[in-house]
């Protein structure tokens, strides 16, 4: 925690800054006057004002901040009988707690009172009426989580105890007659020297006491009087000399009495004046009223001298002396002694703060570390030496050393004994295996020794001891049956001759095996490898193997191997001769299988690679045969595939399969046959695969791709094109060209080309005529289908024409248009020969010709449309090379007759209206055709200009024009708008001013407004209202009918009032109504509230018992209970052994209840608690337990009759048993179960394997064969597995039954308590 102190010095008036405010800090002072005889105190008017901020953390999260002063308190100074109120703004985050408190420790006084002022948001404290004992100095104390901000002011309370004297003065002189007579009898100069010590306001008072008249003559007498020329300096107390001892604080100090309070004065060491200010701290200056103080800290020989206050013309001096004492040891070191790890102390004090002090161990100094911790009292005097952790190590001389002078003390080490924090178990292995025991103990400096049965274990082969850290362990290696018997382990420590053991017993059982993985059968091919194996459960067990029943001794070519529990017989290379059935033996276990010889499928490997360097060739039409022979046992599966797709059998395919060989056939084949084909043969030892080409020979594909043209004039024409994408399997060998004009059908050969090109030129043909060309491809196998061009003319290209220009439409009606346009400017190279007229409606995408043939006329009107549709319009130009693009589409035109403008505006009227807006509304124009729109103008009053209340026409038939001058007069008009134009105005019949329309008063009971409130006294009670009315309403408020006036701040404005009581008091409580009052009615509204506070407790508990097992409790009733009728009491109980109260009863109006359910031999607590709606009071506790008797249990099997002709006896069993059990912690918890048995059985109560049957925690009862178990006040503790014993001489039976505890946050347990509710189950 880091403090931050800002201090200052009257006499330097030194400020500093911290948290953006300036810290002035001045001194209490007492002013001493001696009148007469007596002498009187009183406070002068020197006032505190000190302030300091206490940091919790030096991290402070971004938005949070520590307290800070916004608005500061300030010393108040006031008479007796006023108040005084400081108070304070505060800000932080998060919110501060803002306590006040006085220096000195004294509480405040209780009739003060602590509030904050919700409107100015400041702490006030009140203190009312002022006392004398009331001076002091307050701290503000402003609190959260990252600092405390404390300002302190001073309170002088003034006066109070002159008045105090006066009355002594007057009992003095007052004789025992009646005080009016003697106060009568006195004279004018008594009467001056009385007013001279009573306080301003008593004067008029006191004079009328007296039977003074003159009060103004008086007062003009006792001025003159008091002009009395003062002593500029008088010594009450010169400066006194001071003996004093080093490191100490001494003070010089003198009284006097100052007529100029101004004067310079100087404080001086020998000649020279003290520099206060720049001492550090070894001087200072104090002053409490007439008294003046010389502070001089941690004295030394240096600061002996002569010491002189020099006050104007005057001078006192004083003189210190220092003692020096000689060093030596206040007491002597005592000898230490701790157990192992424990913390020892040594202390020492000496007479004097020295320097070089050291602590020493067996000789060698010892510095501050981990291990030491040297600490120094505040004073220097007292030496502290702590040894943490102290070990044997520790143990010696320890002196302390200043100079010359030596102090030593033994410490002694005790050993902490040793522990076994986890003991030996038993253990039990089987034979040849690894037995271990294993120990932990509490220290790892121990020495330890291993026995057996009493013998001393040496480290070997057989046994194997390690010892790491705290735990150690014994190893049995390859245990045999002779290994079983007792072992214990020793563990010893220097220094303590204890020996600490710990034994178990090792017991060593015969070895049996079983087959844990046995044999499967194995098929291998002919000279590869194989095994079989079987895995055991113990790797220590041997075993045999046989072949076809016969011990294997000496079998060529096979390996037996045995890898701990394993055991393999391994084939490295299969033969006939292994083929068999084998089985191995162990002792316990035995398992079989059989070895055969399996080859995978094989193809010749030459014959893969002539499959793979030639192709299968077929014919188109031809029948293609393909075999493969291979070799497998047993035969295989054979799968066919075509370019990697599995042929199936079909029409045109077939596939057979031989004991050497795989066939398949495709007859017709076709060009699409061709391809890879791959040939798959698999049976369960393997796989084999062949590969190979199918190419089926046809003519070829036509040539690819559309001719490119590369010149077409009259003289010649070049083309262009690309080779076949198929061939046929065959390679091309040329191109053969024909040509044919349009409109003949016969082709003619122009000629051939090698396929090396695809290129060919000719030029026989005619200029303009129109021609088609085509290309075939050759190969060996014949001739492709052709490759044919468009049309293409020889000679000059001619293109189609541009586009002409943006249609106009003109003489719209509804059923036709006029369209006209230009010719394009760029013909194409030949002339225009018409054009080609689309229409659309607006908004579709297909455009649709008006006319088959083209027009010859640049102009065209178009019939047939729709009224009231949207069209556009788009010429094409034609010529000979055909269509151009078409134009740009002309503006879209609504086929219609022409429009009218709109007739004059109906109904125009104003709708509503208020401070600032007005509302207009009117209907259709009766004339002309329908408006798109309306146009609203206004002017004010005051001018004649119209201005437009919106910038484009207004949609709708209403609107309201904002912005308006409050109360000013505005005139209105309004015109209708459509395409043809505007119609005439028509004006509002006289002017509106901008004001809401009257209104009676109403509430609005959306907001706050609630019609009950129950307030905690002390609190502040806020009534807000929000209502509407106009003109705005005039706000009364009312309790109980009457106008409220005293303690209450009424806001109010146009709409919203508030009605606000800082702090309620109970009577407070009633009625309240909000009135609302203007020229056009009135409203109310009624406020129930229902001021209170915490109940007051209940007194005068008493308990007693009326019924047996029950008790009655009786109380005197709250006085908070009587008279609410909300309120009521609250009964809880307690069980002695446990901190925990539960309700025993809620919702008790009487002042007398009886508990039942209490357990027997129990005992109880009892508390009544008084609640309303605010809390609970005070509980009211029983003094006493009180303890319920056990019932007395009768034994009625004395009472039974033996029957002596049959023999009823028998063993013990339960007829109905123990049940599971869920509670929840902190409930009681009861377990039930039935037995028969003769004679009576005895019961015996277990928790797991502990007999609980004596524990007081549990209480049980056995009656008539049923035992009842009770668990109260179930803990987590309580949860395990709970048994009822019941025996007898003929035998015994046992139930057993598990509970279990759980918290309310347990949700796993909550869950499973649900599911079993599910499942019907029972939940105590």
């Not at 020297?193 to 009328?208: A, G, N, R, T, Y």
């Not at 002309?890 to 208020?914: C, E, I, M, R, T």
């Not at 249990?1193 to 059990?1221: C, G, M, N």
């Amino acid at each position: 925690m880091t403090t931050i102190h800002h201090k200052q010095l009257l006499q330097e008036h030194v400020s500093m800054e911290f948290s953006s405010s300036t810290t002035h800090v001045q001194t209490f002072s007492q002013t001493t006057k001696i009148v007469g005889e007596e002498v009187v105190t009183s406070k002068s008017s020197s006032t505190v004002e000190f302030f300091s901020l206490v940091t919790r953390s030096s991290d402070i999260p971004p938005g949070e901040s520590v307290p800070e002063f916004v608005e500061k308190p300030h010393p108040v100074t006031a008479s007796e009988g006023d108040k005084a109120m400081p108070r304070a703004r505060v800000q932080g985050n998060p919110k501060p707690n803002i306590p006040w408190k006085r220096e000195s420790g004294i509480p405040i006084k209780e009739a003060a009172k602590r509030y904050d002022d919700s409107i100015n948001k400041e702490h006030v404290l009140n203190l009312e009426p002022l006392t004398s004992d009331d001076s002091d100095n307050y701290k503000c104390i402003a609190s959260n989580d990252h600092a405390d901000a404390i300002y302190t002011v001073s309170l002088l309370v003034t006066e109070g105890q002159e008045k105090m004297d006066f009355k002594k003065m007057l009992k003095k002189r007052a004789p025992p007659a009646p005080k009016k007579k003697q106060k009568k009898g006195i004279g004018e100069k008594e009467m001056l020297e009385i007013l001279s010590k009573v306080p301003k306001k008593d004067f008029e008072k006191v004079c009328m006491e007296y039977g003074f008249t003159d009060f103004r003559g008086l007062l003009k007498k006792l001025k003159e009087m008091k002009k009395v020329e003062v002593e500029t300096i008088r010594i009450l107390k010169p400066l006194e000399d001071i003996q004093t001892k080093i490191d100490t604080t001494v003070v010089f100090d003198c009284i006097m009495e100052l007529k100029d309070p101004n004067v310079k004065m100087i404080w001086m060491k020998g000649n020279e004046p003290l520099r206060i200010q720049y001492s550090l701290g070894k001087y200072d200056v104090k002053q409490m009223g007439t008294k003046h103080m010389l502070v001089i800290t941690n004295v030394n020989m240096n600061d002996a001298d002569t010491y002189s206050l020099v006050v104007g013309d005057k001078r006192m001096t004083a003189e210190l002396t220092v003692l020096d004492e000689p060093l030596k040891f206040l007491g002597e070191m005592k000898p230490g002694k701790v157990t192992e790890r424990q913390t020892a102390v040594f202390e020492i004090r000496l007479s004097k703060k020295v320097p070089n002090f050291v602590w020493k161990f067996n000789g060698k100094e010892l510095k501050r570390d981990e291990k030491y911790e040297i600490t120094v009292s505040e004073d220097g005097l007292t030496h502290t030496l702590k040894i943490k952790d102290a070990r044997l190590s520790d143990a010696g001389e320890f002196s302390a050393e200043v100079g010359d002078l030596v102090q030593k003390a033994q410490l002694t080490i005790d050993r902490i004994p040793i522990k076994f924090v986890r003991t030996l178990k038993n253990v039990r292995v089987k034979e040849r295996s690894r037995a271990c025991l294993e120990c932990e103990l509490t220290s790892k400096d121990v020495t330890l020794h291993w026995k057996k049965d009493g013998q001393l274990l040496e480290r070997s082969t057989k046994y194997s001891m390690s010892h790491e850290g705290k735990r150690a362990e014994l190893v049995i290696e390859d245990a045999l049956l002779s290994d079983s018997g007792e072992y214990t382990v020793v563990a010893m420590q220097d220094g303590d001759p204890t020996e600490y053991y710990s034994t178990a017993i090792v017991t060593v059982e015969e070895r049996l095996a079983t087959v844990k993985s046995g044999m499967s059968d194995v098929h291998a091919a002919t000279g590869s490898p194989a095994e079989l194996c079987v895995v055991l459960n113990d790797e220590k067990v041997e075993g045999v193997w046989l072949k076809d029943g016969k011990e294997i001794t000496d079998l060529p070519g096979v390996q037996i191997v045995k890898q701990g529990a394993v055991h393999k017989i391994i084939f490295p290379n299969m033969g006939p001769e292994h083929e068999g059935k084998y089985t191995f033996r162990a002792k316990g276990a035995e398992s079989e299988a059989s070895v055969f010889i399996a080859d995978p499928p094989t193809i010749d490997p030459s014959m893969l690679e002539a499959l793979a360097a030639h192709p299968v060739t077929v014919k188109v039409g031809h029948t293609a045969n393909i075999k493969v022979p291979f070799r497998a046992k047993p035969l295989p599966k054979v799968t066919w595939y075509k370019d990697g797709v599995e042929v199936t059998e079909e029409e045109r395919v077939s596939m057979e399969r031989g004991e050497d060989q795989a066939l398949l056939t495709i007859s017709n084949c076709v060009r699409e046959d061709s391809g890879l084909v791959l040939l798959k043969l698999k049976n369960d030892h393997g796989t084999a695969t062949a590969s190979l080409h199918l190419s089926v020979l046809d003519r070829p594909k036509p040539p690819q791709g559309r001719v490119e043209f590369l010149e077409l004039s009259g003289s010649c024409v070049h083309m262009k094109w690309k080779a076949p994408k198929d061939n046929g399997g065959r390679p091309v060998t040329q191109f053969i060209v024909e040509r044919r004009m349009v409109g003949k059908k016969s082709w003619i050969k122009i000629g051939e080309v090698d396929s090396k090109f695809t290129k060919f030129s000719t030029n026989k043909i005619e200029e303009g005529k129109a021609y088609q060309f085509r290309i075939l491809a050759v190969n060996s196998e014949g001739v492709s289908d052709p490759l044919e061009t468009d049309e293409v003319f020889a000679g000059n290209p001619i293109e189609p024409p541009g586009l002409a220009s943006q249609p106009q439409v003109t003489d719209v009606t509804k059923e036709a248009m006029t369209i006209t346009w230009n010719a394009p400017t760029q013909d194409g190279g030949a002339p225009v020969l018409g054009y080609i007229v689309e229409r659309r409606k607006k908004g579709s995408s297909l455009w649709v010709p008006v006319n088959k043939d083209p027009i010859q006329d640049t102009k065209c009107t178009v019939d047939g449309l729709l009224e009231d549709t949207e069209y556009e319009f788009r010429v094409i130009a034609v010529n000979k090379a055909g269509p151009g693009q078409p134009s740009m589409a002309s503006n879209s035109v609504v086929a219609k007759d022409p429009v009218k403008p709109p007739g004059l505006v109906q109904g125009l009227h104003v709708s509503d209206s208020s401070n600032s807006s007005i509302s207009l509304a009117w209907r259709e124009p009766a004339e002309g055709d329908p408006p798109s729109g309306y146009i609203l103008e206004m002017r004010a009053e005051d001018t004649k200009e119209w201005s437009k209340c919106t910038k484009i026409p207004i949609s709708g038939t209403c609107y309201t024009v904002g912005g308006l001058t409050e109360r000013q007069k505005y005139f209105f008009r309004i015109r209708a708008v459509n395409e043809a134009g505007v119609g005439e105005p028509v004006e509002l019949d006289e002017g509106v001013r901008a004001m809401p329309p009257p209104a009676a008063p109403k509430f609005d009971l959306s907001a706050r407004l609630k019609s009950h409130m129950v307030v905690r006294a002390g609190t502040a009670l806020c009534i807000h209202a929000a209502f509407s009315g106009s003109p705005p309403p005039n706000v009364i408020w009312q309790k109980d009918g009457i106008p409220t006036k005293g303690r209450e701040t009424i806001t109010k404005s146009k709409n919203h009032s508030q009605f606000l009581i800082n702090s309620t008091k109970r009577s407070d409580s009633g009625v309240y109504r909000i009135l609302l009052q203007n020229e056009f009615g009135e409203a109310s509204y009624d406020i129930h509230v229902r001021v209170t506070d915490f109940p007051r407790p209940p007194t005068n508990l008493q308990l007693f018992e009326e019924v047996p097992n029950t008790v009655t409790l009786t109380w005197n009733h709250s006085p908070d209970v009587q008279e609410d009728s909300e309120a009521h009491y609250v009964i809880l109980k307690r069980d002695a052994s446990t901190a925990t109260w539960f309700t025993a009863a809620d919702h008790v109006f009487s002042n007398k209840y009886t508990v039942t359910g209490l357990l027997p031999g129990r005992k109880y607590y009892f508390r009544v608690v008084a609640r309303n709606e605010i809390g609970d009071s005070d509980p009211l506790d029983s003094k006493d337990t009180w303890h319920v008797n056990k019932d007395k249990i009768e034994d009625l099997s004395a009472k039974l009759k033996p029957y002596q002709q049959k023999d009823w006896r028998h063993a013990p069993r339960f007829v109905t048993p123990l049940k599971p059990h869920t509670v929840l912690r902190g409930q009681d918890c009861t377990m039930t179960c039935a037995f028969l048995g003769n004679p009576r059985p005895t019961v015996t109560l277990y928790k797991g394997d502990v007999n609980i049957t004596a524990n007081s925690k549990f209480w049980y009862n056995s009656t008539s064969g049923v035992c009842t178990i009770v668990i109260p006040t179930c803990t987590l503790k309580d949860s395990g597995e709970y048994s009822v014993l019941v025996e007898n001489e003929l035998g015994k039976d046992r139930s057993s039954c598990a509970l279990t505890v759980y918290d309310k946050d347990d949700k796993s347990i909550l869950a499973s308590v649900t599911e079993s509710l599910q499942k019907s189950k029972y939940l105590m």
